[in-house]
């Protein structure tokens, strides 16, 4: 290659054309309980699309599924549009297609109705994107709407559709991973080097998503364990709204590195350029910096950060004010009844506890720093920050010492929690160890780092 390879990874777009309804109390209903934007779909991603297409020493980008909000085929229509715009700037565009791209149920929004619109079956979605990807494979598992493309001289991208059976499964079937692998080593064999994208994470990023079943890919460790042995060593994915950078090593000791990039319309706003280099794979990420939109004299960093907030902050308002939303969001007020009296206090509480006054309940001392920080708006901020990437809060701050003194007093309670859930989830055998892991990140490499891989071994 006469210059460095590199490409733009663009993930879960979500694009919703606006003339099916961007506001109105069934809109907002809807939108207060969604990381992403969604109204704001359109000129969040002219934003995005215009700083990639100022950028002339890259010309390909990837997109690994949920291009539009619901499977709206007008919503389809629209992002094609602007995908077209996009390579008239000189861009090569390779995209697979997931769940929301083809939603059994897509709506618009009217007055404080939703309202349904035509949808988009699976199998139109090939030949809507046929020209992204599919026109340019080498080798193609039509089925699944899986291909390989070689995308320069020596490197090639295996695109995996992980839709799975669009209910339960969302995987890779055996056929079409049999077909992978075969990919696999007649790209080693050709002198090819060839990683992956597909749209779910293949390996889980944060312990927390290990016990969430919609966090990964179905089987994600036998297909882990599959890939790495056969000698694909990296994967880039989205569906979670993430940023993280996640190994493996199998007990072969071959490992793959899952890099999953966050929402391009939702908190952090995120892409990254990626360029194969002399010393590995360097991967640089970038954030939405300002879209055309009434943002309330917000930034668009502080915008994005509001709408994260507001969808956690009011699970917790409800908890005080509306008991009926907040059972509605985890299996139905009827069976919850019961909890209502201790859950209203819980929450009356959090609307006012500082984690100086939870120290002094708790006799923990809490640093000046951050005693006047309300609880509430803590477990706001490390939820986010799980998604956001690179979490701060490690060894030595004033907010890891005081969450690890909290769970110390706590200690009692947890070990009987422990004895209950631990031998049937090893994960939950020492939940200190569990919380703790989630609130520091000490590599700090979700935004940028440098893969240690020699792509050109082959």
């Known amino acids: 290659m006469s210059k460095p390879f590199s490409f733009f990874l663009v993930t879960d777009t979500h694009y919703f054309e606006l003339a099916l309804g961007g506001s109105g109390e069934a809109y907002e209903k809807r939108s207060r309980t969604d990381q992403k934007c969604v109204a704001e779909t359109g000129a969040i991603i002219d934003s995005g699309f215009k700083k990639i297409a100022e950028d002339t020493e890259t010309d390909v980008i990837l997109i690994p599924g949920d291009l539009v909000y619901r499977g709206e085929l007008e919503s389809h229509k629209g992002f094609i549009k602007k995908l077209q715009k996009l390579e008239e700037s000189g861009k090569k565009i390779y995209i697979i297609t997931a769940r929301h791209d083809c939603d059994d149920n897509p709506c618009g929004f009217k007055g404080d109705e939703c309202y349904p619109v035509e949808g988009t079956p699976r199998e139109m979605l090939r030949s809507l994107y046929y020209h992204y990807g599919f026109e340019q494979a080498i080798s193609e598992h039509e089925s699944s709407m899986s291909y390989v493309v070689q995308l320069a001289d020596g490197i090639r991208l295996l695109a995996l559709n992980c839709d799975g059976d669009l209910k339960g499964f969302k995987g890779l079937w055996d056929d079409q991973m049999e077909w992978a692998l075969e990919q696999i080593k007649d790209a080693h064999d050709s002198g090819n080097y060839i990683f992956a994208m597909t749209h779910y994470p293949l390996l889980p990023f944060s312990p927390v998503m290990n016990l969430i079943g919609d966090a990964k890919l179905t089987d994600w460790e036998k297909r882990a364990n599959e890939f790495a042995d056969a000698g694909l060593d990296l994967i880039f994915t989205g569906h979670m709204h993430a940023q993280a950078v996640t190994d493996y090593t199998t007990a072969n000791g071959n490992m793959i590195t899952d890099v999953q990039t966050g929402c391009f319309v939702g908190c952090p706003c995120a892409y990254r350029r990626v360029t194969f280099t002399d010393n590995g794979i360097d991967i640089k990420s970038y954030t939405i910096e300002d879209f055309d939109w009434d943002k309330d004299g917000k930034t668009a960093a502080e915008y994005f950060q509001w709408r994260f907030d507001r969808m956690i902050t009011d699970i917790i308002d409800a908890m005080a004010y509306d008991f009926a939303f907040f ?97 049937s989830n090893p994960l939950l055998a020492d939940l200190k160890g569990f919380v703790l892991s989630m609130i520091g990140d000490e590599k700090q490499r979700d935004y940028d780092t440098t893969l240690n891989i020699d792509w050109k071994r082959y």
């Open 327 to 423: 059972t509605r969001l985890f299996g139905g007020p009827e069976k919850n009844k019961k909890l209502k009296v201790p859950i209203t206090a819980v929450g009356k509480l959090l609307q006012k506890l500082t984690l100086k006054k939870l120290g002094r309940m708790l006799c923990f001392k809490v640093d000046d720093s951050i005693g006047d920080l309300l609880v509430k708006d803590v477990c706001v901020e490390l939820v986010r920050n799980v998604f956001v990437g690179n979490e701060p809060y490690v060894k030595g701050t004033p907010m890891y010492t005081a969450v690890e003194k909290f769970l110390k007093r706590l200690n009692p309670v947890l070990h009987i929690v422990e004895k209950k859930v631990g031998n």
